[in-house]
């Protein structure tokens, strides 16, 4: 079965750069969430999208901006990177219709993540 | 704001049983959540309990619901050196989940 697609899945870049992580969501599922977690962390919530419009926010920085395009992939914008920004980066979808079973819980499924290095 | 609390680590030998705890604060959640982490990779969910249920069982693990407590427990039949990871408990509606910190689990012979 497809998964969730993140891409790059390392990213190494200076201080003040900029990155820009994409997510592939499942076919059909038309929701997708944005997570830092970072060293011995839990996954932090940044941002969720839903039929292409911002519908949550969490503690995303203002450096950072993201977007969900008309194919429902997603990408993540940082910009003036800092060291606390390394961190995994995760992407999860959803089917805001019905669960995965149909059941109506909300169940996010993870993509592999995207390890950002700010040096 | 919603917050979701859980004890950090957890040792077991092979083959006792594990209980994982969360306590959580957002009584709006409909559904509550179990993810397991191995290490550098996604979250994968294990499995969730509606509301409403005070237990769900699903092979070797058995969900616990206290609602009026809001507490809930993940509990790992006969655990094996392959349930080693992180497991992390979420409550939340559909824009998003809110994730505890995560509780490791090492089985040891």
């Known amino acids: 079965a497809a998964g969730v697609i993140q891409s790059p899945r390392h990213l190494i870049k200076e201080k003040r750069e900029t990155a820009t992580l994409k997510c592939y969501p499942i076919?059909?599922?038309?929701?997708v969430y944005w997570y830092q977690q970072g060293p011995g962390q839990d996954p932090q919530f940044l941002i969720s999208?839903?039929?292409?419009?911002?519908?949550d926010k969490g503690s995303i920085p203002d450096r950072f901006s993201a977007q969900q395009f008309s194919d429902y992939h997603s990408e993540l914008n940082m910009s003036s990177l800092e060291l606390g920004d390394s961190a995994l980066y995760f992407c999860?979808?959803?089917?805001?219709?019905?669960?995965?079973?149909?059941?109506?819980?909300?169940?996010?499924?993870f993509g592999a993540g995207s390890r950002l290095t700010v040096l | 704001g919603e917050d979701v609390e859980q004890s950090l680590f957890l040792s077991v030998r092979e083959g006792d049983s594990s209980v994982i705890n969360c306590t959580y604060t957002?009584?709006?959640?409909?559904?509550l959540y179990w993810y397991k982490q191995e290490p550098g990779a996604g979250l994968q969910l294990l499995t969730y309990?509606?509301?409403?249920?005070d237990m769900k069982q699903d092979q070797r693990l058995t969900v616990l619901l206290n609602k009026k407590d809001k507490h809930l427990s993940l509990r790992i039949a006969d655990t094996q050196t392959g349930d080693s990871a992180i497991y992390f408990c979420?409550?939340?509606?559909?824009?998003?989940?809110?994730f505890g910190a995560g509780t490791r689990l090492a089985v040891h012979p």
């Open positions: 999860a979808s959803s089917s805001y219709e019905s669960g995965q079973d149909y059941s109506g819980a909300n169940v996010l499924t």
């Open positions: 076919p059909r599922h038309d929701t």
């Open positions: 999208f839903y039929e292409k419009m911002q519908s």
């Open positions: 957002d009584s709006s959640s409909t559904y």
């Open positions: 309990i509606f509301s409403n249920m």
């Open positions: 979420a409550s939340g509606g559909y824009n998003k989940l809110i």
